[in-house]
């Protein structure tokens, strides 16, 4: 069911019922397995795609709800739902690729996929070839025709911010393009609509949104999904009825969610960019993004997410998220507390400084996750944590 005259906040508050009976929330499918009428209904199931009541690995009914509403939102055909943002990226990328393919991706990406395609593509024989993916047409300059099979983008990207041109990416014929739209979720942007193929998200973030769901989803038309889903059951990495529940719980408020923690980061921002102590803050809301003009074209929301740096490196970084009293540090965004993350120690840890420096990331830099606190008490609390790094920096 399509509505489209409905806003995007409506339908993600009415998507994925269709399996709910009488009961407003979603029913907790908590069960394995399912009884199964026929043996010919058994055929049916095992050899078909997408089953939701054969056994929980081939699918689930409330996960099929996540995934129902995660296909409408996104304008996909269908929609598969994973145990992690990361679960659902391997299986894109082993799935669809074989030995002797050849990949692109850009440079600057969430590093769990930096590193699945820097470690685990060259032990299977698939060739990957990173590109800076804010040069316009950068990707299209590195496909192989023949041998490229994908196309891999983040936008907003991981840390830094980076904005992919959608059109850009969509207009690329040949390969399967993919964009984890994770940092914007579906109601900041839907890349299919551009032309892209298969759009990605961790729904561990915004969308479940309360930090208490590991999951992920893949949408895009029922050929390539359909064709991941064979993949996908013998991967195992199938959704958690449980987080899929969550995942829907999140879906309903996340129009709400993304208006507030934008409105919370266009505050710190201000704040941040005034202050002596902090250099180069990106977010795509501000009008000192280089995409900024990209990000208005693209972006219904500039969310939450914040990245600066500190001057006096690696003591100033680290010193500021410690001193932080309502800001936690704690790897993850898109939920409720506001929470900071130190890339060079923490996500991106296991890069070479020259691959960190080609992410953008230095010691004293800091990544922000918005949360629903009042922006006030949050703009006391970074002020009071830069007075602790201006006092151990001597500034
Ligand atoms: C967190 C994240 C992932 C990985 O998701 P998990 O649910 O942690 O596996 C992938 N891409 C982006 C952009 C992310 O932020």
Redesign the pocket.
């Known amino acids: 069911m399509t509505e489209p005259e409905l806003h995007p906040e409506t339908r993600a508050i009415r998507a994925g019922r269709s399996d709910n009976d009488t009961a407003l929330a979603p029913i907790l499918w908590a069960t394995t397995t399912f009884v199964t009428p026929t043996v010919e209904e058994g055929r049916r199931m095992a050899t078909g795609v997408g089953a939701s009541r054969f056994y929980s690995r081939y699918g689930n009914p409330t996960v099929a709800g996540f995934e129902d509403a995660i296909a409408q939102l996104e304008g996909a055909e269908t929609a598969r739902a994973f145990a992690?943002?990361?679960?659902a990226?391997s299986a894109i990328v082993l799935g669809l690729c074989s030995s002797g393919d050849h990949i692109v991706a850009q440079r600057q990406l969430?590093a769990?996929?930096q590193l699945l395609l820097q470690t685990a593509c060259p032990r299977f024989g698939i060739d990957v070839t990173f590109v800076d993916a804010t040069e316009p047409g950068s990707f299209a300059a590195a496909i192989r025709p023949g041998k490229t099979t994908l196309v891999f983008a983040?936008t907003p990207a991981?840390p830094r911010l980076d904005l992919v041109d959608l059109d850009e990416l969509g207009a690329i014929a040949g390969p399967i393009t993919v964009v984890?739209s994770?940092?914007a979720t579906p109601l900041s942007q839907q890349p299919l609509a551009h032309g892209v193929d298969l759009v990605v998200h961790?729904a561990?973030?915004a969308i479940a949104g309360h930090n208490d769901a590991?999951l992920?989803v893949v949408a895009g038309s029922s050929e390539l999904v359909d064709w991941l889903y064979s993949f996908a059951v013998l991967q195992g990495a199938n959704a958690s009825p449980f987080d899929a529940m969550n995942g829907l719980r999140g879906l309903r408020t996340l129009g709400v969610r993304l208006r507030q923690q934008t409105e919370g980061a266009a505050e710190l921002v201000t704040f941040l960019e005034a202050h002596p102590a902090v250099s180069d803050v990106r977010w795509p809301g501000s009008p000192s993004h280089p995409q900024h003009q990209l990000a208005v074209r693209q972006l219904v929301h500039f969310g939450g997410l914040v990245t600066f740096d500190l001057r006096g490196g690696l003591v100033a970084g680290t010193t500021f998220v410690e001193s932080l009293a309502i800001a936690q540090l704690a790897t993850s965004?898109g939920g409720p507390e506001t929470l900071v993350t130190h890339p060079a120690s923490t996500t991106h840890v296991n890069l070479t400084p020259d691959e960190l420096a080609a992410n953008g990331i230095s010691p004293g830099t800091v990544r922000l996750s918005v949360g629903l606190e009042h922006p006030g008490d949050l703009v006391a609390d970074f002020g009071r944590a830069l007075a602790e790094v201006d006092r151990r920096t001597g500034r």
């Open positions: 992690s943002g990361m679960g990226i969430y769990g996929t983040e991981n984890d994770t940092l961790s561990t973030k590991t992920g965004l």
